[in-house]
């Protein structure tokens, strides 16, 4: 079946732009998860949604990182007035949580680049 | 101090090799452990799953834990160039709806 997806794939943006990056969960998945992963690191925990609650969001760096996910499904992560630091990918996960299955399935990433 | 640790090689291996990975942590907290393969410009996917101690294996897979040591492994046999790709170790302290927390990756290169 069709797993996560992610888009845009690319993104490059000037430092001061706004960007939304958009993530499509596997279908009946109830946990969405965000992690950014910078060059040569392991990917680092944003924030976690059960439905469309945000649970968890310890992991954004700052008041301009917003996640939303009004219906449970899609979710959207956006970056105000993106900065140099801010360079980096971005990957969403999802996950079922039933019975013992609590496996993280993660999308392809959006690698953003801010110039 | 990192709570998970992991060399980054790169590490090279012939064709053919038994590949040793290996993460170490410090939260004793951590139940689930995870191993990830994550090839260049695409999203980690998921390799083996185990809660607690024990071994776990799956075809050329073996993964071990040991949280007496807070060390976990992965071993992969009859290594393949197929395999070349970075690995990444995960933990998480619940199963459900709980962040994982990654190492940096170990980039592994099976040559012909």
């Known amino acids: 079946g069709a797993g996560v997806s992610q888009s845009p794939r690319y993104k490059v943006a000037k430092r001061g732009q706004d960007v939304a990056l958009r993530c499509d969960p596997i279908s009946g998945h109830v946990s969405l998860f965000w992690y950014q992963q910078a060059l040569g690191q392991g990917p680092e925990f944003l924030t976690y949604f059960q439905n469309e609650a945000q649970l968890d969001k310890s992991g954004l760096p700052s008041d301009r990182f917003f996640a939303e996910r009004p219906e449970g499904s899609v979710s959207t992560l956006k970056i105000q007035r993106t900065q140099q630091e801010d360079s980096a990918v971005y990957l969403c996960?999802?996950?079922?949580?039933?019975?013992?299955?609590?496996?993280?399935?993660f999308g392809p990433g959006t690698r953003l680049t801010v110039t | 101090q990192k709570e998970v640790e992991q060399d980054p090689g790169p590490l090279s291996v012939p064709e053919g090799a038994i590949v040793s990975l290996n993460c170490t942590y410090s939260?004793?907290?951590?139940?689930?452990f995870m191993w990830y393969r994550q090839y260049s410009r695409k999203g980690p996917e998921l390799l083996m799953y185990?809660?607690?101690?024990g071994n776990k294996e799956d075809g050329r897979f073996t993964a071990q834990v040991d949280k007496s040591s807070k060390y976990i492994s992965l071993f992969i046999r009859d290594s393949q160039p197929s395999d070349s790709a970075t690995y990444l170790c995960a933990m998480s302290i619940t199963g459900g709806g709980n962040k994982l927390t990654f190492g940096t990756g170990t980039q592994l290169k099976v040559e012909l």
């Open positions: 996960a999802s996950s079922l949580v039933s019975g013992n299955s609590y496996e993280q399935y």
């Open positions: 939260n004793s907290a951590f139940q689930y």
């Open positions: 185990t809660y607690s101690s």
